[in-house]
C-alpha cells in the first residue's frame, strides 16, 4: 500500500515539471557585456548560443542588445531568438574594458540573484569589447567551450590563481579582501590568449597585471599544484622547473606582513652541459632571490594602489575581535613587509 502511494506521487509531481527539448530551446552558454554607446541605456549585452550539428560539429550563434539591466538584455535576445531562452546552461561571461573600469558590481549581483545560474561560471574581463570576444569561432567544441577550457587549463597548469563567480563574489563583499578576475585578448577569429589579471577596487578595475607578474601573484594568493618557471643561470643558461608545488604562510602584526613561500620542483631541462650538484643549489638560490624580490614589488605596488586582493585585512580580521577596518585602512598605507622564500629540488631530468 505505501509503495501504491509513493508511487502516485511520483506520477504527480512529475506531471508539474516542464519539459524542455534540447533541439526546442536557446540554451546560453555565454555572456559578454559592454558599456553601451547610447547614453539612454547602461549596458550592451551579446549572448551567445552553441547549435550542436549531426556531424558533431558546433555553430556558435550571438544575440546583441541594449538595457539598463540585465533582464531588458534578456527580453532583447528573446526578440531575436525563434526559440525560448534558458539561462541554465551559462559557463562564461566577459566585462569588456570601459565597464570593468566604471564597474560591474549591478551585473554580478544580478548573476547571484539567479538560481539557474551556478556559482562555477567563470568570469572574466577583456581587452577589446567583449561583444568582438564572443563573435569568434574557436575551436571545434564551440566558443565558451574554448574559452572556459582556457582558463580552467591555466587555473590547473599555469598562473591563474582559483576563480569563478562564487570566489568572485565573495571577494566582494568580504571585507579586507579585493576581487581580481583572468584578462582575455583575442588574437585573431580563431585565437584567443590569458592577457593578464585584472585588480579591482571593489568592483572597479584599477590595474592590470600582465603576464609576466602573473607567477608571483599566484605564489602570494594561491598556492601551484603544478606550476612551470624557467630560471636564468650565468652564461645564458637556462633551467626549466617542472611540476613545481607551491605553498604560503602570512603573519600580520600592527605594522608588519611577513610571508613565508615554499616551493619544491623537478628540473626537467636544462640548456649546460652538465647538471651538477652546484647548478641545482645555483637554481634554488636565483629563484629563491627572484621569488622574492617580484613578490615583494608587488605588495608594495598593491599598496601604492590602495587594494588588498592578497586578503591581508581578512585574514587580520579572522584573529581579531572587534576589528576596526577605518583603523586597517590606515594602518595598510604604511605596513612594511618582508618575503622569504624556500625552494626545493627535488630530482633533475633532461639535459640539453
Same mark, same amino acid.
Given at each position: 500500500?505505501?509503495?501504491?502511494?509513493?508511487?502516485?506521487?511520483?506520477?504527480?509531481?512529475?506531471?508539474?515539471?516542464?519539459?524542455?527539448?534540447?533541439?526546442?530551446?536557446?540554451?546560453?552558454?555565454?555572456?559578454?557585456?559592454?558599456?553601451?554607446?547610447?547614453?539612454?541605456?547602461?549596458y550592451r549585452g551579446t549572448?551567445?548560443?552553441?547549435?550542436?550539428?549531426?556531424?558533431?560539429?558546433?555553430?556558435?550563434?550571438?544575440?546583441?542588445?541594449?538595457?539598463?539591466?540585465?533582464?531588458?538584455?534578456?527580453?532583447?535576445?528573446?526578440?531575436?531568438?525563434?526559440?525560448?531562452?534558458?539561462?541554465?546552461?551559462?559557463?562564461?561571461?566577459?566585462?569588456?574594458?570601459?565597464?570593468?573600469?566604471?564597474?560591474?558590481?549591478?551585473?554580478?549581483?544580478?548573476?547571484?540573484?539567479?538560481?539557474?545560474?551556478?556559482?562555477?561560471?567563470?568570469?572574466?574581463?577583456?581587452?577589446?569589447?567583449?561583444?568582438?570576444?564572443?563573435?569568434?569561432?574557436?575551436?571545434?567544441?564551440?566558443?565558451?567551450?574554448?574559452?572556459?577550457?582556457?582558463?580552467?587549463?591555466?587555473?590547473?597548469?599555469?598562473?591563474?590563481?582559483?576563480?569563478?563567480?562564487?570566489?568572485?563574489?565573495?571577494?566582494?563583499?568580504?571585507?579586507?579582501?579585493?576581487?581580481?578576475?583572468?584578462?582575455?585578448?583575442?588574437?585573431?577569429?580563431?585565437?584567443?590568449?590569458?592577457?593578464?589579471?585584472?585588480?579591482?577596487?571593489?568592483?572597479?578595475?584599477?590595474?592590470?597585471?600582465?603576464?609576466?607578474?602573473? !607567477?608571483? =601573484? #599566484?605564489?602570494?594568493?594561491d598556492k601551484y599544484s603544478?606550476?612551470? &618557471? @624557467? %630560471? *636564468?643561470?650565468?652564461?645564458?643558461?637556462?633551467?626549466?622547473?617542472?611540476?613545481?608545488?607551491?605553498?604560503?604562510?602570512?603573519?600580520?602584526?600592527d605594522h608588519h606582513a611577513?610571508?613565508?613561500?615554499?616551493?619544491?620542483?623537478?628540473?626537467?631541462?636544462?640548456?649546460?652541459?652538465?647538471?651538477?650538484?652546484?647548478?641545482?643549489?645555483?637554481?634554488?638560490?636565483?629563484?629563491?632571490?627572484?621569488?622574492?624580490?617580484?613578490?615583494?614589488?608587488?605588495?608594495?605596488?598593491?599598496?601604492?594602489?590602495?587594494?588588498?586582493?592578497?586578503?591581508?585585512?581578512?585574514?587580520?580580521?579572522?584573529?581579531?575581535?572587534? !576589528?576596526? =577596518? #577605518?583603523?586597517?585602512?590606515?594602518?595598510?598605507?604604511?605596513?612594511? &613587509? @618582508? %618575503? *622569504?622564500?624556500?625552494?626545493?629540488?627535488?630530482?633533475?631530468?633532461?639535459?640539453?
Open positions: 500500500m505505501k509503495k501504491l502511494i509513493l508511487l502516485c506521487l511520483v506520477l504527480l509531481l512529475s506531471g508539474c515539471v516542464d519539459k524542455e527539448i534540447l533541439d526546442d530551446i536557446n540554451i546560453e552558454v555565454g555572456v559578454g557585456y559592454d558599456l553601451a554607446d547610447d547614453l539612454k541605456d547602461k549572448v551567445l548560443f552553441q547549435e550542436f550539428q549531426p556531424d558533431k560539429s558546433v555553430i556558435n550563434r550571438t544575440f546583441s542588445g541594449s538595457g539598463k539591466l540585465r533582464q531588458d538584455l534578456l527580453l532583447e535576445v528573446t526578440k531575436q531568438s525563434s526559440e525560448p531562452v534558458v539561462t541554465g546552461g551559462l559557463k562564461l561571461a566577459v566585462f569588456g574594458p570601459e565597464l570593468s573600469k566604471k564597474g560591474i558590481y549591478d551585473l554580478v549581483d544580478s548573476f547571484q540573484r539567479d538560481a539557474s545560474i551556478g556559482a562555477r561560471v567563470f568570469v572574466a574581463t577583456s581587452e577589446g569589447k567583449a561583444e568582438d570576444m564572443l563573435n569568434g569561432e574557436y575551436g571545434t567544441r564551440g566558443n565558451s567551450t574554448y574559452i572556459y577550457n582556457l582558463i580552467q587549463h591555466n587555473i590547473e597548469h599555469r598562473d591563474i590563481p582559483k576563480t569563478n563567480l562564487h570566489i568572485l563574489a565573495n571577494d566582494y563583499y568580504q571585507e579586507g579582501k579585493d576581487p581580481f578576475l583572468p584578462r582575455l585578448k583575442k588574437l585573431d577569429d580563431d585565437k584567443v590568449e590569458i592577457a593578464g589579471i585584472s585588480l579591482f577596487s571593489k568592483d572597479r578595475e584599477v590595474e592590470v597585471l600582465p603576464v609576466k607578474d602573473m !607567477f608571483f =601573484f #599566484k605564489l602570494l594568493v603544478e606550476g612551470n &618557471f @624557467d %630560471v *636564468k643561470l650565468k652564461k645564458d643558461e637556462l633551467a626549466a622547473v617542472k611540476s613545481l608545488r607551491s605553498k604560503h604562510k602570512i603573519k600580520i602584526t611577513s610571508i613565508t613561500i615554499n616551493i619544491e620542483g623537478i628540473i626537467r631541462e636544462y640548456t649546460g652541459d652538465k647538471l651538477a650538484s652546484e647548478v641545482v643549489g645555483a637554481v634554488q638560490k636565483n629563484l629563491e632571490k627572484k621569488v622574492e624580490k617580484e613578490c615583494l614589488r608587488l605588495l608594495k605596488q598593491f599598496q601604492e594602489l590602495g587594494i588588498d586582493p592578497i586578503g591581508l585585512g581578512q585574514m587580520k580580521k579572522s584573529k581579531h575581535r572587534n !576589528f576596526d =577596518f #577605518k583603523k586597517w585602512e590606515d594602518d595598510y598605507k604604511t605596513l612594511s &613587509f @618582508d %618575503v *622569504k622564500c624556500n625552494v626545493t629540488i627535488e630530482e633533475t631530468g633532461v639535459i640539453e
